[in-house]
């Protein structure tokens, strides 16, 4: 009994012997393996895997500190000033303003803080648009202590990027833009910025999901979306791959209470790319492909309609007369899958890829049609000058201080409209006036005014100017009807 308890014991250390994986090379340990290593379900997987755990101190001592010295200096604070009119609240209204003299009040300095990126020697620094937003005064501090004045360059509300320039004697350390297209889920990657203004932080996570399209955010529907945690104050810093390069520019988060909740999104840097080339080349603003369509997203049951596996791609609603949808020879209910080989699931993933390529080349399309795949090559053109009549709305009424336009195709894209909509279109509000105090959006189209229809811009400013207390206002926002009526 003795003895064979002995030869147990000795048998199962032999066994744990030549299942210990300590002192093996990590090239022996995946050839050969262990006695145990290979009794186990699943083993022929692990050893065929190219990710494994770490076999020695050294590799258990890796860091991302070499990652973070390399791309660090290229990461800045970026403070932005603006001088706020401070004005009373009786102001403006004839009661008050004839019995009362209001004394003029010091503007009060609104100042935000947010992170960027120098992404050139020369000084180009990349933001977020929401950042500078009317800011007038921007200043670049970067990670040394030096601080620098800016001028904005470019900047784009819809994508949330504005890019700035700082100047120098020397050139400033910079980072590479590397290719977002390349990324997977589960790459690990680096948030760097200056989260609640505590100073230059780094934290780590991977790549949770691509293509992301939250709402609320911005009008741009393709993020790169991330576990690393990004707070406050991270706007518009680096998210960094395994490589120092820059795949993305951190912009939002989703939370409820602020702070990190370990969802974060990033603008991917292929987009960030063609911004910093229009800024570079003294454009005033960046300007997406006319394309000269209108796209909807393919639901399940209209995937189903056309035979397809799965709901993928952009669906075609309309087609502009004389566009480059038209000269590719594309039709209302054709589905795109693909731009120049890469998938195409949602109208949001379509406008990312073509606004990523670059005017005067073309564009190799994938379509649906009839149940069969076809290509087309679509020209990538500029944006043509928009010959709508624009006006400008003065007087003292809800419209003061708009800019409104009869649509066009060329407007409506501009806009996010389907291009055969027809009125007359809000382009802009001044800040602070009575437009945007009503809360009028570029892209609100203006139907009817004290029940008048609005077929012109001079009708709209002809009624808008000619006074009155009470308004009676219907506007069209997002294919919703919108009436109100207000005393003014």
Same mark, same amino acid.
């Given at each position: 009994m003795m003895m064979g308890r002995l030869a147990f014991a000795v048998?199962?250390?032999?066994?744990?012997?030549?299942?210990?994986? @300590?002192?093996?090379?990590?090239?022996?340990?995946? &050839?050969?393996?262990?006695? $145990?290593?290979? $009794?186990?379900?699943?083993?022929?997987? /692990?050893?065929?895997?190219?990710?494994?755990?770490?076999?020695?101190?050294?590799?258990?001592?890796?860091?991302?500190?070499?990652? =973070?010295?390399?791309?660090?200096?290229?990461?800045v604070n970026v403070y932005a000033s603006a001088r706020v009119e401070v004005r009373s609240p009786f102001?403006?209204?004839?009661?008050?303003? /004839?019995?009362?003299?209001?004394?003029?009040?010091?503007?009060?300095?609104?100042? @935000?803080?947010?992170?960027?990126?120098?992404?050139?020697?020369?000084?180009?620094? =990349?933001?977020?648009?929401?950042?500078?937003?009317?800011?007038? &005064?921007?200043?670049?501090? $970067?990670?040394?202590? /030096? &601080?620098?004045?800016?001028?904005?360059?470019?900047?784009? %509300?819809?994508?949330?990027?504005?890019?700035?320039?700082?100047?120098?004697?020397?050139?400033?350390?910079?980072?590479?833009?590397?290719?977002? %297209?390349?990324? %997977? =889920?589960?790459?690990?990657?680096?948030?760097?910025?200056?989260?609640?203004g505590?100073?230059?932080?780094?934290?780590?996570?991977?790549?949770?999901?691509?293509?992301?399209s939250p709402r609320g955010i911005s009008?741009?529907?393709?993020?790169?979306?991330?576990?690393?945690?990004?707070?406050?104050?991270?706007?518009?810093?680096?998210?960094?791959?395994?490589? +120092?390069? !820059?795949v993305g520019i951190n912009t939002a988060i989703y939370s409820r209470s602020g702070g990190s909740n370990g969802i974060g999104f990033a603008i991917p840097a292929n987009i960030v790319r063609a911004v910093v080339e229009a800024a570079s080349s003294g454009a005033e603003r960046f300007e997406r492909p006319y394309v000269g369509a209108s796209f909807d997203p393919v639901t399940p049951e209209i995937a189903e309609a056309l035979g397809m596996e799965r709901p993928m791609g952009a669906l075609v609603t309309n087609v502009a007369p004389d566009s480059p949808a038209a000269r590719a020879g594309l /039709?209302?209910?054709?589905?795109?899958?693909?731009?120049?080989?890469?998938? !195409?699931?949602?109208?949001?993933?379509?406008?990312?890829?073509?606004?990523?390529?670059?005017? +005067?080349?073309?564009?190799?399309? &994938?379509?649906?049609?009839g149940g069969r795949k076809q290509r087309l090559a679509m020209p990538i053109e500029r944006v043509p000058e928009d010959t709508g009549r624009q006006v400008e709305i003065g007087g003292r009424g809800p419209f003061a201080g708009a800019r409104v336009a009869?649509?066009?195709?060329?407007l409506a894209q501009r806009l996010r409209l389907p291009i055969n909509m027809q009125g007359v279109v809000v382009v802009e509000t001044a800040p602070g006036s009575p437009a945007a105090g009503l809360g009028l959006r570029p892209g609100d189209i203006v139907r009817e005014v004290n029940g008048e229809e609005i077929d012109t811009?001079?009708?709209?400013?002809?009624?808008a100017e000619s006074g009155g207390r009470w308004w009676r206002l219907s506007i069209e926002r997002g294919g919703r009807l919108i009436r109100q009526m207000l005393r003014y």
């Open positions: 048998l199962c250390a032999a066994t744990l012997f030549l299942a210990q994986p @300590s002192g093996v090379p990590a090239a022996q340990a995946q &050839e050969g393996g262990g006695l $145990l290593q290979r $009794l186990l379900p699943g083993s022929r997987d /692990r050893q065929e895997a190219t990710r494994r755990v770490p076999f020695s101190q050294d590799e258990i001592q890796l860091s991302f500190a070499p990652l =973070v010295r390399k791309t660090a200096p290229a990461v102001m403006g209204d004839p009661f008050f303003e /004839r019995f009362f003299d209001f004394p003029q009040m010091p503007p009060r300095v609104q100042s @935000s803080l947010g992170s960027g990126v120098l992404v050139d020697p020369s000084g180009i620094v =990349v933001t977020n648009h929401h950042v500078i937003r009317a800011a007038d &005064e921007v200043k670049v501090a $970067l990670a040394d202590g /030096r &601080e620098f004045a800016s001028d904005i360059l470019l900047t784009d %509300e819809e994508l949330d990027l504005a890019v700035l320039k700082i100047e120098g004697r020397d050139a400033f350390p910079a980072a590479r833009l590397g290719d977002s %297209e390349a990324l %997977e =889920v589960g790459d690990l990657v680096l948030a760097i910025g200056n989260p609640f505590v100073g230059q932080t780094t934290t780590s996570g991977i790549v949770s999901a691509l293509a992301r009008d741009f529907g393709y993020f790169i979306q991330t576990d690393a945690a990004i707070n406050p104050g991270n706007s518009g810093g680096a998210l960094i791959n395994m490589s +120092g390069e !820059v /039709r209302s209910g054709d589905v795109v899958q693909a731009v120049n080989g890469k998938d !195409v699931d949602s109208p949001e993933a379509l406008n990312y890829r073509l606004a990523t390529l670059p005017v +005067g080349t073309s564009a190799q399309i &994938e379509i649906l049609r009869a649509l066009s195709p060329v811009p001079e009708r709209l400013k002809a009624i």
